[in-house]
């Protein structure tokens, strides 16, 4: 795997989270989801159309890396979102952090390390 491609993977990753940081956004501007007119008023919360358009380009990202990188390498590259995701969520939302997360984070770096051969 290049730089390149451990660039690119690892953006994929933020841009995810970051539409998973969306969609948290989208709910909680927007009202229960019970009937049609909630299902409108979703469809054009600025919030969930960000994070649609996230998703679109991400998987269009995610295709061009899974030309040149094996699946089985790019993948485990999603797990950087247990790690993102949380870490916004503390910031943005106060949703609290505790030391089994940290031994997580640790463990999943750990991992995408060994995983992960990285070459010019």
Known sequence: MTYLNLFLLCS???LMATGQIFFKMAAQNA???NNISSVF???FNPWFIGALALYAFS???WVSVL????LSVAYPFVALGFIVIPLASFVLFKEPLNWQYGVGVVLLLVALKLITNVTR
């Open 12 to 14: 994929f990753s933020l």
């Open 31 to 33: 009202p229960a989801i």
């Open 41 to 43: 008023s979703l469809a």
């Open 59 to 61: 998987t269009l990202l």
């Open 67 to 70: 030309q040149q990188v094996n």
